[in-house]
């Protein structure tokens, strides 16, 4: 690849984010409240087509597009930094250490995880609650009226605080993310050159590496994922004033024993559709920018 600015790097990161998260966005807030569902006393388990066909009905199909405005301002925050970060961590890494392998890829994918999850903690909190807030009773629901509303009231109403209410797992999750996303999407490009014969920077290697990344972050995540939108989306308990979720493992447990361990992983058709869709999609417009910038020079 031709040598890219530091700052086109980052600024295609983050585009390539928004163009990958507006084709996934539908099947994220239906994650989100297939996820969420499953806490609820009358929950009865159901395939994601029939959940689906059933939300539509009930909601309309664009209410699977509530809290868009809050998801790309999260890429923004999000993309931008897990993925600018990641290749500024590798390639400072390479130069000090002279080489560049899956430790070395790892290390920079665990450490720009977690950079960008603190980041964009509060555009991940208005997301959660404006994805899934028509879902419930009419007399609980907040109806934001767009993100700046919902990070508004969220600020006013409970506080700031709040916007990092589930930071740890959220932490923990991106941590992964890094590691397991962007850390082997960028080892997965060297594997299928060398034992697939598919040329790095090539549009079919990008292509096999952000499916095979893609799958590896949804099964690895989800649980995280799960912890992070019951600690994000609970209210203080009205008699006591006590959270029921305060802390990732304790969540995660609380979750497996009141529902049983594959409890954690509802709703992964559409989290996978979600997270594997959105890996190939913003790497694939992430190439095409830095194509476009570079004239297709590789």
């Known amino acids: 690849m031709a040598d890219i600015p530091t ?20 099947f994220n807030t239906l994650s989100v409240r297939m996820n969420l569902a499953s806490a609820q006393p009358n929950y009865v388990p159901t395939s994601f087509p029939k959940y689906c066909m059933q939300t539509i009905k009930e909601k309309g ?24 970060l990641f290749e500024t961590f590798r390639d400072k890494i ?20 977690a950079c960008a999850a603190i980041i964009s903690c509060p555009a991940e909190v208005s997301l959660v609650r404006m994805s899934n807030d028509s879902t419930m009773p009419k007399d609980q629901q907040r109806n934001y009226k767009s993100v700046v509303d919902a990070f508004t ?30 850390g ?12 697939g014969g598919i040329k ?7 292509l096999c590496a952000s ?17 992070k939108n019951r600690m994000a989306f609970q209210t203080p308990d009205p008699k006591t004033g006590k959270l029921a979720f305060t802390g990732t493992f304790q969540t995660i447990s609380a979750v497996a024993k009141q529902n049983g361990a594959l409890s954690l992983w509802n709703g992964f058709t559409p989290y996978y559709l979600r997270c594997g869709g959105h890996t190939v999609t913003m790497f694939i417009f992430v190439e095409l920018l830095r194509d476009a910038y570079t004239g297709g020079k590789k």
């Not at 700052?7 to 539908?26: E, M, R, Y």
């Not at 999407?185 to 050159?193: A, G, I, T």
């Not at 893609?214 to 995280?224: C, D, W």
């Open 7 to 26: 700052s086109v790097k980052f600024g295609t990161a983050g585009l390539g984010g928004i163009g990958g998260w507006i084709c996934v966005h539908p």
């Open 94 to 113: 390479h130069e000090i250490r002279g080489t560049l392998g899956p430790a070395e890829r790892a290390v920079a994918g665990l450490s720009s995880g």
């Open 211 to 227: 499916f095979a990344s893609g799958l590896m972050y949804s099964i690895v995540t989800l649980p995280f994922e799960t912890a």
């Open 61 to 84: 199909f664009m209410s699977a597009y509530d809290g868009l405005g809050a998801g790309c301002t999260r890429q923004i925050f999000y993309a931008t930094s897990r993925f600018g």
């Open 153 to 182: 009231r969220i600020a006013k109403e409970d506080g700031v605080a709040t916007f990092w209410r589930g930071s740890v797992p959220f932490v923990q999750r991106a941590m992964l993310v890094g590691l397991v996303q962007v």
């Open 184 to 195: 082997t999407f960028d080892q997965n490009k060297v594997l299928f050159e060398t034992y």
């Open 200 to 206: 790095r920077g090539t549009y079919g290697n990008v």
